[in-house]
């Protein structure tokens, strides 16, 4: 592998300057405009106190918020276990026709926009919705039965909707990785199977069911646009409280930044809990080899019923919601009963402005487009520019620094953006900038993650024999290194197109008149209840981040099947989908999942060829 | 680098979508959505060719004039009018400095509104309809259910049955935290906790309120006096019961204000006296479903007859709202935890 290269004065030079490059953009784009948060939160008139953090955390409303936002994220853990642990069973366990198939749709909650998870859940579990008049219907009842909406549960359930896959997907890969000698020996002992799963397997499995639980707590503490759309005014979450303090309700921007300042300390200590428990059940994990697959409809168990009766209503809880706005969108709702129609289409594409999204239609659609084009740009450059940096200076100084973004919240980002952009210099660029600048330091952390273990995969003699040959190591870069990082390239900036196309928090922040994106249109549809031209443009946006992450999936499995530099036993093919480690939380809930200074430099391909490679390696 | 350039060159086509000519009105969702505002949009850029006049209102009244107020307070602002302010917000909005001052004599119209609805003495805000908090309820309520007095709406059997608007984005949400305070003075936060149970949620603003009630999410809905009205002139029948509470109905008076930082002055009056002239005052009834302001206006009979007028009208003195609403919102915040 490329050991740094140090012999040459003039190449540390080279280094230092590159360094400047993504030092500066951040120095300005972020590490400012987070100056301006921690100086609004905890200066009052040019003092540095605590004041401001004490009366917040005084306020018996900031203390329901935090502790609704723990003990909504703990529940939706648990809701996501139970969920998804099963799932993970059945994927390890059973072979069936479609498993590849359902195995590959558990990525789906990664790059499904949240807020059309959202809309989903009013359309499908609302009182009039799809679930509660098709069980009126066929049980004849008066009242709608399932009234979930407008609770507590709504949000758990629609948490738990995104993240029952992610625990399935540990479980699965824990346990295909799991040594099955242990069970055999327990059965052949006389354990029964049962008794065998208890005593044996689970305990093999409690690391990664433990990593699994501790990154869903994460990503639903940072949760936002789910209980911003499902919570009403009675639950909220912190991230939904630095939201309604900077732009909603008693406009305050000192409490913003104090909430802010509570919320990023929050994460800071989630995400070093969560590291240095994945590190701890990393170590635990060992042993190779496959658990046995069993064909699934030979067997007459009533295990068979019970499977049925999990995963009906899995399918439901699953695809109800995806369904319904689907086939919201292409209905025309009247009183004897709904009408096809393209009605809906022909609204979301209108060129006419809408008062209610603050821009037109198609405005909204268009700047979704060039907003995810920017962001997509930028953070290619930024982070091929960091991942360079990086290789030549190993300093995990620099690499905190650089990878620093990771650790703040959305909203967090949102709040410092928002207010470096009424002041200079960032106040001399339009609007639509405000969230082209956050996408791309939410996404080129994934960029870097992606990138920088296929660079250091690659044989250095390469570039080195262009340098020989007189090219300059922008050449170099431009015609050895950039074509064999190829199609590692291609899918990272696929999976960042679509991490912005689908993400609101930053964009509930910035947005303005005429600048607005998909998300928070649909957003604004919600609220005032235009349920047709919600669903129209929701299902324009999840079949746009659809292709984005089909395109993902190819570039990444095609370049990993010709380079073949995946050192993973799987199928690289079967990797692919997530070979970018940390999955986006659904498109804005972001995980903090880089490795600590203090933790294992993800110096091997392994880590970047595999999901949540750092858990299992 | 093509590329790059053709991508700025789009980017600053979007950023541009709110230019120079155009003379934006921030107001609350149901303006937009009832309300005459395509009359006033229609009137204004016959009066001003050249001048696109365009709403903002993703959100409702309360909720908008927060956004203005954190957008002035870091010195940026598209607004140049403001339309939905109400007497409960209006002490936040003076003190922020939110507008400035109109000139009466730009606004011919302005003599034919009587003095008792001028809210503001300041000389900032002017009032442009008016009418009244009441509850409503749908059909699917039975008769014996129907609430008459606060004490109803605490009944065990409208459990998870009322939709009411958050105070701290909704001007209607607002006006019924004043109203309960009004009308229980310090013990409002008890009558609070014990209504939460018969809540089924708090919306952001009263346009999705509203619209879930007429979905059927919930029979009961805090809205206005005219809704009876509302639903008698439109699908001819009155279908919905307006109910004061022991006789009360909170007064509402929605106005609007020049915003300190326009560079169109001219236009701004010329704005506000065609949404109090004649012709918009006399829409103002069968869209806003509101009371109009000008005194010149004659009422529809069946909006006039259908139009509840509460026995006693409950209006907060502005003074004791601008001095007590920041710890009345911490205290309402703080209750909602139940």
Redesign the interface.
């Known amino acids: 592998m490329a050991g740094p290269p140090r012999r040459l004065t003039g190449r540390r030079a080279a280094g230092a300057a590159l360094a400047l490059l993504p030092l500066l953009f951040l120095g300005v784009a972020f590490f400012w405009p987070l100056w301006d948060v921690l100086r609004l939160g905890l200066q009052v008139d040019g003092r540095w106190t605590g004041e401001r953090l004490q009366a917040a955390l005084s306020d018996p409303y900031v203390r329901r918020l935090i502790l609704f936002t723990l003990e909504q994220a703990a529940l939706s853990a648990l809701l996501s276990l139970l969920l998804g642990f099963p799932l993970g069973w059945f994927l390890t366990r059973y072979r069936f026709p479609g498993r590849g198939l359902l195995r590959a749709f558990t990525i789906v909650p990664f790059v499904l926009p949240s807020i059309t998870v959202a809309l989903g859940f009013v359309l499908f579990f609302g009182r009039s919705g799809y679930l509660n008049r098709f069980l009126m219907a066929v049980l004849g009842l008066g009242e709608p039965p399932i009234q979930v909406l407008y609770t507590l549960w709504a949000v758990v359930l629609a948490h738990a909707f995104y993240n029952a896959p992610v625990v399935a997907r540990f479980v699965n890969a824990a346990w295909e990785r799991a040594d099955p000698t242990p069970v055999e020996a327990a059965r052949t002992l006389g354990a029964r199977p049962l008794r065998a799963f208890f005593t044996v397997t689970l305990p093999l499995l409690l690391p990664a069911v433990l990593s699994a639980l501790a990154l869903v707590f994460v990503l639903c503490t940072l949760s936002f646009s789910i209980p911003l759309a499902l919570g009403g005014a009675r639950y909220a979450t912190v991230e939904v409280g630095v939201y309604l303090y900077a732009r909603g309700v008693v406009a305050s921007f000192p409490r913003a930044a104090a909430l802010a300042i509570l919320t990023l300390g929050l994460s800071l200590v989630l995400t070093y809990l969560h590291l240095w428990g994945g590190g701890t059940f990393s170590a635990r994990q060992g042993g190779v080899g496959l658990a046995p697959t069993v064909p699934l409809f030979t067997r007459s168990r009533p295990s068979r019923a019970l499977w049925l009766l999990y995963l009906l209503p899995a399918a439901v809880v699953f695809l109800g919601p995806i369904a319904a706005v689907i086939a919201d969108s292409f209905l025309h709702p009247a009183p004897g009963g709904a009408s096809p129609t393209l009605h809906w289409y022909r609204m979301i594409l209108s060129p006419a402005w809408n008062p209610f999204i603050e821009s037109s239609p198609l405005a909204a659609v268009r700047t979704s487009l060039v907003v995810g084009g920017g962001a997509t740009a930028l953070s290619l450059v930024l982070g091929l520019s960091v991942s360079a940096v990086l290789r030549r200076v190993r300093s995990r100084v620099l690499e905190t620094v650089l990878m620093a973004p990771l650790a703040v919240s959305s909203v967090v980002l949102g709040l410092a953006l928002l207010l470096a952009f009424r002041r200079p210099p960032l106040s001399a660029l339009g609007g639509g900038w405000a969230i082209v600048l956050a996408h791309t330091l939410i996404v080129y952390p994934f960029v870097v993650r992606a990138i920088r273990p296929l660079w250091d995969a690659l044989d250095p003699a390469l570039p080195e024999a262009a340098r020989a040959l007189g090219a300059s190591p922008f050449i170099a870069f431009r015609t050895v290194t950039l074509p064999l990082l190829g199609g590692g390239v291609l899918a990272a900036g696929a999976f960042a197109f679509a991490l912005s196309l689908g993400e609101m928090t930053a964009v509930a922040m910035l947005s303005g008149p005429g600048v607005m994106t998909m998300p928070m249109a649909i957003y604004h549809f919600l609220g005032s209840r235009d349920f047709g031209a919600a669903s129209a443009m929701a299902t324009v946006l999840m079949g746009t981040t659809a292709l984005a992450a089909w395109a993902w999936d190819r570039a990444g499995s095609r370049w990993l099947k010709r380079d073949g530099a995946s050192a993973d036993s799987r199928p690289p093919a079967e990797n692919a989908p997530l070979s970018f480690a940390s999955p986006p939380g659904g498109g804005e809930g972001r995980v903090r999942g880089n490795p600590p200074p203090s933790g294992p430099k993800p110096s091997t391909s392994r880590s970047a060829a595999r999901p949540f490679g750092r858990f299992h390696a | 680098m093509r ?2 350039i053709g ?1 700025v060159a ?3 086509l ?5 230019a120079a000519e155009q003379f ?1 009105v921030y ?1 609350s ?1 149901s303006f ?2 009832w309300g005459p ?1 395509a009359a006033i949009e229609q009137a204004f850029e016959a009066a001003h060719p050249g001048v696109d006049l ?6 409702g009244a309360a ?1 908008m004039l ?2 203005l ?2 957008e002035l ?4 602002t ?1 607004a140049d009018v403001f339309l939905g302010i109400t007497a409960g917000s209006l002490p936040r909005a003076l003190a922020e400095g939110l507008f400035r001052p109109f000139d009466p004599d730009l606004i011919p119209n302005l003599a034919f509104v009587p003095d008792d609805l001028r809210v503001d003495p300041s000389g900032h805000v002017l009032p442009f309809d008016h009418g009244y908090i009441a509850f409503v309820a749908s059909p699917a309520l039975a008769e014996d259910l129907l609430p008459r007095s606060f004490a109803d709406l605490l009944r065990p059997e409208l459990r ?1 049955k009322i939709i009411l608007q ?1 105070p ?2 909704s001007e209607t949400g607002l006006a019924f935290l004043l109203w309960t305070v009004a009308h229980f003075g310090e013990d409002w936060p008890e009558y609070w906790r014990a209504l939460l149970p018969n809540l ?6 009263w ?2 309120a509203f ?2 009630f007429e ?3 919930a029979p009961l809905v805090l809205s206005y006096s005219t809704d009876a009205a509302y639903a008698y002139l439109t699908v001819g029948e009155a279908k919905y019961r307006v109910l004061t509470l022991d006789g009360e109905g909170y007064r509402l008076i929605e106005g609007l204000g020049i915003v300190r930082t326009t560079r169109r002055p001219e236009l701004a009056h010329a704005f506000i006296d065609i949404v109090l002239s004649p012709e918009i005052q006399a829409l103002i009834p069968t869209s806003q479903w509101m009371f109009p302001v000008h005194s010149g206006v004659e009422l529809v009979p069946d909006f006039a007859r259908l139009a509840v007028v509460p026995e006693h009208p409950v209006f907060l003195d502005p003074g004791e709202v601008a001095e007590h609403l ?1 710890d009345w ?2 205290q309402w ?2 209750l ?2 139940g």
């Open positions: 590329k790059l991508f789009a980017l600053a979007t950023t541009s979508a709110v934006v107001a969702r937009v959505r505002a365009v709403w903002v209102a993703p959100a909720e927060s956004r107020i954190a307070s870091t010195g940026r598209d998870g958050d701290r984005t089924l949620t708090i919306t952001r603003g346009t999705e619209a879930m979905a059927g999410e920041d919102i911490s915040q703080a909602l935890g």
